[in-house]
């Protein structure tokens, strides 16, 4: 597993919850710290059993390289959102991974393909995409490439399936099919609170009595609006829809550090 952010240590603690040996790979000190306690945290919610929990623990080495992880049968890429990051990446990953490893990269609306380019293998590469809590969350989207193999496909299906969790194979499109879905479920909360029509709490509690379980502010503010906006405007980059245009309203509010839950501030405050 490659990053150790939110994404990572959850999708880390959910193969190991499931009996996976689990390398993951963060460079900075400081976030493998963080990652540890917070995979303290989400395996004593999905394992109840103190032994267990433990034991799942045990199977997670925490490390600095991908040099580190090179007996791997499933490499799965979490670093941020940038196209250039993801392929040195990968890059690195076709140097150093086992010829028949599974190389997969997390991404939630770039194009596989493109990510995949540097390897010189990309029929091993495929798109492997929880959704945020990913130790909690059922759907994963699997999605194929144009140069994915079957056989890589089969291969990512069983392994999200061994997790417990629910695949849906999904063709390279811009946002794949939920980031795509969803894009007018927050932006058009977001026009609504640009134009003063109503605040984040209106919004959410008209969406919540709709039936939602989180409204699409609430839910933004758990994601990160950075991760959001970055996937809005991937979206709106590769088709160029105007309805898909990203919120003057969510870039102010990235430049201005309220990026949710991770800064303790967003449309909500969750204090210091």
């Given at each position: 597993?490659?990053?150790?952010?939110?994404?990572?240590?959850?999708?880390?603690?959910?193969?190991?919850?499931?009996?996976?040996?689990?390398?993951?790979?963060?460079?900075?000190?400081?976030?493998?710290?963080?990652?540890?306690?917070?995979?303290?945290?989400?395996?004593?919610?999905?394992?109840?059993?103190?032994?267990?929990?433990?034991?799942?623990?045990?199977?997670?080495?925490?490390?600095?390289?991908?040099?580190?992880?090179?007996?791997?049968?499933?490499?799965?890429?979490?670093?941020?959102?940038?196209?250039?990051?993801?392929?040195?990446?990968?890059?690195?990953?076709?140097?150093?991974?086992?010829?028949?490893?599974?190389?997969?990269?997390?991404?939630?609306?770039?194009?596989?393909?493109?990510?995949?380019?540097?390897?010189?293998?990309?029929?091993?590469?495929?798109?492997?995409?929880?959704?945020?809590?990913?130790?909690?969350?059922?759907?994963?989207?699997?999605?194929?490439?144009?140069?994915?193999?079957?056989?890589s496909v089969r291969r990512a299906v069983e392994f999200v399936e061994r997790l417990g969790k629910t695949p849906v194979v999904v063709r390279d499109t811009p946002g794949?099919?939920?980031?795509?879905?969803?894009?007018?479920?927050?932006?058009?909360?977001?026009?609504?609170?640009?134009?003063?029509?109503?605040?984040?709490?209106?919004?959410?509690?008209?969406?919540?009595?709709?039936?939602?379980?989180?409204?699409?502010?609430?839910?933004?503010?758990?994601?990160?609006?950075?991760?959001?906006?970055?996937?809005?405007?991937?979206?709106?980059?590769?088709?160029?829809?105007?309805?898909?245009?990203?919120?003057?309203?969510?870039?102010?509010?990235?430049?201005?550090?309220?990026?949710?839950?991770?800064?303790?501030?967003?449309?909500?405050?969750?204090?210091?």
């Amino acid at each position: 597993m490659i990053g150790a952010g939110t994404m990572g240590a959850g999708i880390a603690a959910s193969a190991s919850a499931a009996n996976y040996e689990v390398y993951l790979v963060e460079l900075a000190a400081a976030a493998r710290e963080r990652a540890a306690a917070g995979l303290t945290k989400t395996l004593g919610r999905l394992l109840p059993d103190a032994a267990g929990a433990e034991a799942a623990f045990g199977r997670i080495r925490l490390v600095d390289s991908v040099a580190q992880a090179t007996s791997g049968d499933i490499y799965i890429e979490a670093v941020p959102e940038v196209l250039d990051l993801k392929r040195t990446v990968f890059a690195e990953l076709a140097r150093l991974a086992p010829a028949g490893a599974l190389l997969a990269t997390n991404t939630s609306s770039l194009a596989v393909g493109e990510i995949a380019r540097p390897t010189g293998r990309a029929q091993s590469v495929v798109g492997i995409h929880f959704f945020n809590p990913p130790a909690v969350m059922k759907l994963v989207e699997v999605v194929r490439a144009e140069q994915s193999s079957d056989e890589s496909v089969r291969r990512a299906v069983e392994f999200v399936e061994r997790l417990g969790k629910t695949p849906v194979v999904v063709r390279d499109t811009p946002g794949f099919v939920v980031n795509r879905v969803a894009r007018p479920y927050y932006l058009e909360a977001l026009r609504a609170i640009d134009a003063g029509a109503a605040d984040a709490e209106c919004v959410d509690a008209v969406l919540e009595g709709l039936g939602f379980k989180m409204g699409p502010c609430r839910l933004m503010d758990l994601i990160g609006l950075d991760v959001n906006l970055a996937t809005t405007r991937s979206v709106y980059e590769a088709t160029h829809v105007e309805r898909l245009r990203p919120s003057p309203l969510q870039e102010r509010m990235v430049a201005e550090g309220r990026l949710g839950r991770k800064s303790s501030r967003g449309f909500y405050d969750y204090g210091a």
